[in-house]
């Protein structure tokens, strides 16, 4: 068969996930936010279903990451858990238990020819340092965050070579304190800028103590994941255009930007001034992020972002809230995941790379996340128990022409990483919509291939497809 669509030399084809979404709470000492939501209202949650088992990675770690290397993968994105690794969050002092469990683990993974990229935050604050200290609102977590980081270069830099500091920064925005989808589902936009700030400002902290760390002197590389969803304007109308550049530079050029550049972007810090929303901020805090911009950066891209003028006017009696400035629009005719409500628009992947290639200093970069989560796939097993998940074939082949057409024009992008390997833990969505190539049987734990695993296996082998 002949490949039409070959990707660089070392292309990455591997798959993401996360500590939280995979290793069950087993012998964990502290309670993330979600572990600790669901305790307290298991019903938020899809069917009820928690973190407390998610996909038993904990003690399965084995078997798991051999099927990983059976479907081919070359690298894989997990995370480490603040909750677990340290056991006083003040000092930084490790859990042994856990420190044994993460040496293991990463262990495997060399083991079996699998790059591992460690990423130091996935939605999972510890719930005591919210109680504590307002969590990211409070420069104090900032900073034990970053003694939380030193701590894993110290013990893991010697075999893990690339880090991430967060995944999906806007996410933990968005979700805490704006449209209330992550404890402690708080609805202040005030509150949420301040902490958009203070990401930028943890991430940098991080950066710059990795500079410092031996794994960075031994050409390791620090990057950050970022869930960008270019924003497409309804037409061509000044108010249009002006309400999804709103949207860019509040959604991904407020991360962006500080991240590769070292810089908020002027239009975004002139329209929260003049709102009197505007961060507080030193001088010493612009200058570290300045100073500790990303060595590469990490894209998720599911869904594009499009929005139309405000139709009503803001009431100015409500507290400010971005939505001030846009309405969601809902393009006719748009292809859509049903199960997930996301729509499916391959062409943004072509358009993210070539805004990186041109805007962003051309920094390397890869796609992080990509993936199409489905409800009810069992009715897709075949007589042979193999569950025929061809519209996942579809959705990343089609997401991977434009990705290639982009290399071709010259984008700087390293590597492609599916959501996900193993079905796992979906946040509040629970187990309602797969995303692996590999199923899990919530029951009984088994884990069967899908045809997309074996799909991927081949691309990962031929390079392309
Ligand atoms: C990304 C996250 O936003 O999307 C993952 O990094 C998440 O943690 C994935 O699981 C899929 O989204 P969802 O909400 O369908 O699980």
């Keep these: 068969m002949s490949i039409k669509y070959k990707f660089p030399k070392n292309f990455w084809w591997g798959a993401a996930t996360s500590g939280p979404q995979t290793e069950g709470r087993f012998n964990k000492k502290h309670a ?3 572990d600790h939501w669901f305790d307290i209202e298991k019903n938020a949650f899809f069917n009820g279903v928690g973190p407390n ?6 003690n399965s770690y084995k078997e798991d990451i051999k099927m990983m290397a059976d479907i081919g993968l070359n690298s894989i994105r997990t995370s480490i858990q603040w909750t677990r690794l340290i056991k006083d969050f003040e000092t930084a002092e490790v859990d042994t238990e856990a420190v044994a469990f993460y040496n293991q683990v990463i262990d495997e993974f060399l083991k079996n020819k699998i790059i591992p990229v460690m990423n130091l935050q996935h939605f999972d604050l510890p719930v005591e340092l919210y109680d504590k200290y307002g969590g990211w609102e409070s420069k104090h977590v900032l900073d034990l965050f970053v003694l939380f980081a030193e701590k894993c270069f110290a013990l893991f830099g010697d075999r893990v070579k690339h880090w991430i500091t967060f995944n999906e920064p806007m996410v933990i925005v968005e979700g805490q304190y704006l449209y209330k989808f992550h404890y402690p589902n708080i609805v202040d936009g005030k509150k949420a800028v301040q902490v958009l700030y203070n990401l930028n400002l943890a991430s940098a902290k991080v950066v710059a103590a990795f500079k410092q760390s031996k794994c960075a002197k031994q050409g390791g590389e620090i990057g950050v ?3 960008l969803t ?25 991360f962006l930007d500080p991240v590769v550049k070292g810089e908020f972007t002027p239009s975004l810090v002139q329209t929260l001034r003049k709102d009197g929303v505007l961060w507080e901020s030193t001088a010493e805090e612009l200058a570290i992020i300045k100073n500790n911009t990303v060595d590469f950066l990490g894209v998720n891209y599911y869904q594009p972002r499009r929005a139309k003028s405000k139709g009503a006017v803001w009431d100015k009696t409500k507290s400010w809230m971005p939505d001030k400035y846009f309405d969601d629009y809902e393009l006719p005719n748009r292809r ?16 993210i790379a070539i805004n990186i290639r041109d805007n962003y200093n051309n920094i390397h970069w890869y796609i992080s996340e990509n993936g199409m989560g489905v409800e009810g796939e069992e009715k897709y097993r075949n007589a042979d128990g193999l569950i025929e998940d061809v519209y996942r074939i579809d959705f990343y082949e089609e997401h991977l022409r434009y990705l290639y057409k982009a290399i071709q024009d010259g984008a700087n992008c390293f590597g492609f990483h599916a959501w996900t390997a193993i079905d796992c833990w979906s946040w509040s969505n629970a187990y309602k919509n797969r995303y692996g190539y590999i199923a899990v049987d919530l029951i009984t734990q088994i884990k069967t291939i899908k045809k997309s695993g074996y799909w991927i296996k081949n691309v990962a082998k031929e390079n392309g497809f």
């Design 32 to 34: 993330n936010v979600f």
């Design 53 to 58: 088992v998610a996909s038993n990675f904990y």
């Design 225 to 227: 994941v970022l869930n």
């Design 230 to 254: 270019p924003s497409y304007p309804r037409s061509q109308a000044e108010d249009d255009i002006k309400a999804a550049a709103f949207v860019e530079d509040f959604f991904n050029k407020s």
């Design 336 to 351: 859509m995941n049903p199960y997930r409500g996301w729509e499916i628009y391959p062409q943004a992947m072509y358009d």
